[in-house]
């Protein structure tokens, strides 16, 4: 099975930007459509965007849309968020996942990572 782990997180003041990034190990992360979530404290976890295995789809929640990107690398195994005009209220903890249908992604992906904190602060 596939193994993620995110990397990038950190401190940024309201309207900058961020990366953060999403590595897969143990499969070819081209085996899986990938997404990222958030879960900010107090609140259930968050659907923010997904990518197909091939980059042909993507989903954006509204939150994010025009604000994030998602863009994936096949050849790195990795997927990257790049998040821009950041906001006091996307303090979370960032989660990329995985799964083999891009239907279920959204809803009940089968592999997560362990997060990384972001924290924006006004």
């Known amino acids: 099975q596939v193994q993620l782990k995110e990397s990038g997180g950190g401190l940024v003041q309201a309207g900058g930007s961020l990366r953060l990034s999403c590595e897969a190990s143990e499969r070819p992360s081209s085996y899986y459509h990938i997404g990222w979530f958030r879960q900010a404290p107090g609140k259930e976890r968050e659907f923010l965007t997904s990518?197909?295995?091939?980059?042909?789809?993507?989903n954006y929640a509204d939150s994010v849309k025009g604000r994030f990107t998602i863009i994936r690398d096949n050849a790195k195994n990795s997927v990257l968020l790049v998040m821009n005009r950041l906001r006091p209220e996307d303090t979370a903890v960032y989660y990329c996942a995985a799964d083999g249908s891009f239907t279920n992604l959204e809803r009940r992906p089968d592999y997560w990572g362990q997060g990384t904190q972001v924290t924006v602060f006004s």
């Open positions: 990518v197909s295995r091939y980059s042909d789809s993507t």
